[in-house]
């Protein structure tokens, strides 16, 4: 079921506090399946699903639909009351940090990667594991990359566009080629792709993970909020 975005009282909230639905109401909405105020990526491009700040039964019962019995799904925020028929299978910690102070420097000497490379992304990817990416993730955005002896040895690119923003995601260096300067070229030659369009890079990252979010803070970036991620299985 398709809802009338126009009336929906959630699409008030700022685009960074909802940026699936954001992303899905906008520059992704080719993406995207709606269900109720339940928004899902198409699977192959990525495992996302917006929902609102807080779930009501309609909701829940929604949110089962799109993700089919078994299936799990990340929520964002606090406080989620979760019915006792749903599993919940881990939570973690998160931050979201604002590009606007991002110092960006275009860098033309980096290869652009397409729909043909992303076998070995997907090798990068498991090597490095910097968070999800689906076998057409890359249609989400831009994505350049760092190649040594023809290998793809570390990327970067745009995952999210809620409005006016566009999320630096899949930062990610191979072990061997690590502490060369590889991401900090990668952010910052990203975000000019992002600037020159008119709009703002932010990224998410885990918590914990204080080295990227001290690398990210060098380069400009600042924390805009701290979430929870709520990993939720539907009933079988």
Not at 8 to 20: N, R, S, W
Not at 28 to 57: C, M, N, Q, S
Not at 72 to 95: M, N, Q
Not at 184 to 197: D, F, Q, T
């Amino acid at each position: 079921m398709t809802i009338d975005t126009a009336i929906e009282p959630e699409i008030a909230l700022h685009p960074l506090d909802d940026p699936v639905r954001s992303s899905l109401r906008g520059a992704h909405r080719r993406f995207a399946t709606w269900t109720g105020r339940i928004a899902r990526y198409h699977p192959e491009v990525a495992k996302f699903v917006g929902h609102p700040p807080a779930l009501d039964d309609r909701d829940w019962l929604d949110l089962a639909t799109v993700l089919g019995p078994g299936g799990s799904t990340g929520l964002r925020g606090f406080g989620h009351v979760i019915p006792a028929d749903w599993t919940v299978l881990r939570e973690f910690d998160s931050v979201q940090l604002d590009g606007s102070a991002l110092r960006t420097e275009p860098d033309p000497t980096l290869d652009v990667l397409t729909a043909a490379d992303v076998p070995e992304i997907l090798e990068l990817i498991a090597r490095t594991e910097p968070g999800p990416f689906a076998p057409r993730t890359i249609e989400m955005g831009s994505y350049l990359g760092i190649r040594e002896r023809g290998r793809l040895v570390a990327m970067a690119g745009e995952r999210m566009h809620p409005a006016g923003w566009t999320e630096i995601s899949a930062v990610c260096t191979d072990a061997e080629f690590r502490g060369r300067g590889y991401a900090s070229r990668l952010v910052r030659a990203v975000g000019a792709v992002v600037r020159e369009r008119g709009e703002v890079p932010f990224l998410h990252a885990v918590a914990h993970n204080h080295t990227a979010i001290s690398l990210y803070e060098t380069l400009g970036f600042t924390l805009r909020k701290r979430s929870k991620v709520t990993l939720v299985q539907a009933p079988g």
